[in-house]
């Protein structure tokens, strides 16, 4: 049956209205990722709210280029990979993780990238995250359409400072954070990066950012755009 389904996909995903505000096709994006992602990558650490979500954003934005860090062995890669190899994409991946004298307790080490190692369109570097993509966002032409996703399990002055030097460099920045659900502090959670995106709106003001969140438990993902 979803094999069925599949080939009548609306390559695009994106709504037939003509609406300002996020839309998207749940229905072809739900049989696309039981089909194709599920298999490869399974529902952890992305359960299928966030898959959903991540799916959706790189259907909305269209993105020239993906930047992502913090993604162990490179499921969010393949995850982004595969979306854009469906909808025909013609989009650059980067995918950043800690270099190898650096420790930490997710490192991948030889595993690194293991699950989009030799696809098309997807490099491999190593480097902090957010300071590596600044870098090669730099030396593009600033009419790319740019798609950063970050891997929120770490503290907010992290997160803070990785929202902050993406904003303040890229135009119209388009970002997806992981591990962002917020919880009363008797839960013991982290919610650093739940209050990292609550700040980070008044140091700049005069934007506007519009925020869609998987918030009915963990471990939460928020897609940040500007309007």
């Known amino acids: 049956m979803i094999k069925r ?13 003509d609406g300002k505000e996020f839309e998207v096709n749940n ?7 039981l089909s194709r992602i599920i298999p490869i990558v399974g529902v952890h650490p992305f359960p299928l709210n966030e898959l959903s979500l991540m799916v959706a954003c790189v259907a909305w934005s269209n993105p020239t280029h993906i930047f992502e860090w913090g993604t162990h062995i490179g499921k969010s890669a393949r995850i982004f990979h595969e979306t854009c190899k469906f909808l025909k994409i013609d989009t650059e991946i980067h995918s950043i993780d800690l270099p190898d004298d650096i420790e930490h ?9 293991k699950l989009v190692k030799g696809r098309k369109n997807v490099f491999l570097h190593q480097g902090d995250g957010v300071d590596t993509s600044i870098n090669l966002y730099e030396t593009m032409n600033k009419d790319i359409r740019p798609l950063f996703y970050l891997d929120g399990d770490h503290n907010y002055h992290t997160v ?5 030097s993406i904003i303040k460099t890229v135009r119209d920045p388009k970002i997806i954070l992981h591990d962002t659900f917020y919880q009363t502090e008797e ?4 919610i650093g990066p739940a209050s990292a ?11 506007k ?7 009915t438990g963990l ?9």
Not at 27 to 33: A, P, R
Not at 197 to 207: A, G, N, R
């Open 105 to 113: 307790a997710e490192h991948p080490h030889n595993a690194r990238g």
């Open 27 to 33: 229905w072809d994006i739900s049989s696309f990722i």
């Open 209 to 215: 950012f519009k925020r869609i969140d998987t918030s």
């Open 219 to 227: 471990p939460g993902m928020t897609f940040l755009y500007t309007v």
């Open 187 to 190: 839960s013991g959670y982290n």
């Open 197 to 207: 995106i609550e700040d980070i709106s008044l140091k700049f003001p005069d934007m």
């Open 160 to 164: 803070f400072r990785e929202l902050f």
């Open 5 to 17: 389904v599949i080939g009548k996909l609306n390559p695009s995903y994106k709504s037939k209205f």
